[in-house]
């Protein structure tokens, strides 16, 4: 089974639509990240979180919000989708690094979100 | 910002040959890692090198850091039609960010 999960794989709403993507991970790890990717603009961050309790935001967290319901799952939200939220989204999870680094991360398959 | 930028932004070589990647980066930083991406997949981590390393090997893989330069290549030796795929860098500072990527192109 997949360490990092993602739901859906694949979304076409319309604009105005309230919208969740959620993920999981199998993996016990303490931090899990959000990312957006777009072609032409790599990966950006939108949200991360350290644990259960810390939230934060990331480049690009205008028009998202997030909720991490357990140490296992972050799920994002777009309260009112718009037509230039279309793009791919990454899960992604990685445990603590030594002296406030980064270990490496474990991104999930994501998710093609389409807002018409 | 984006921590990390790719150089070139695509590149096309034989099955055979080796893929040199770059990456710059602005700020300090307490490792950089590379990952790959699958058309459209989540991406793979291949490498982290930090901060105090020079040089670091995983099988065909090379990468090297310069710190006063603020920057990293990726080489690939012996590459295979199955390296086709985008490249990624990441700084890690208090956090990680990626930049645009490379598009490697191996034909057979």
């Known amino acids: 089974d997949a360490d990092v999960t993602q739901t859906p794989r694949n979304r076409i709403t319309k604009t105005g639509k309230r919208i969740m993507l959620e993920c999981s991970q199998t993996k016990g790890h303490d931090r899990m990240y959000w990312y957006r990717q777009d072609p032409g603009l790599g990966l950006r961050l939108i949200y991360y979180s350290f644990d259960v309790k810390d939230i934060n935001k990331g480049e690009i967290s205008d028009g998202y919000s997030v909720s991490r319901q357990a140490q296992a799952k972050f799920s994002l939200s777009l309260e009112s989708a718009i037509p230039n939220q279309t793009a791919l989204y990454f899960c992604a999870t990685s445990d603590r690094g030594q002296g406030g680094s980064y270990n490496e991360q474990f991104f999930g398959p994501g998710t093609r979100l389409t807002v018409l | 910002s984006q921590q990390g930028e790719e150089d070139p932004q695509a590149l096309s070589i034989q099955e055979g040959e080796n893929a040199t990647m770059n990456c710059s980066y602005k700020t300090s930083i307490n490792n950089l890692q590379w990952y790959r991406q699958n058309s459209g997949r989540g991406l793979v981590h291949l490498i982290l090198?930090?901060?105090?390393?020079r040089e670091k090997h995983s099988g065909r893989l090379r990468v090297t850091l310069d710190t006063s330069k603020k920057s990293s290549s990726l080489l690939i030796t012996a590459s295979r039609a199955a390296d086709t795929a985008s490249y990624f860098c990441g700084g890690s500072n208090y956090k990680l960010t990626f930049g645009k990527g490379t598009l490697l192109t191996v034909n057979p």
């Open positions: 090198i930090r901060s105090n390393e």
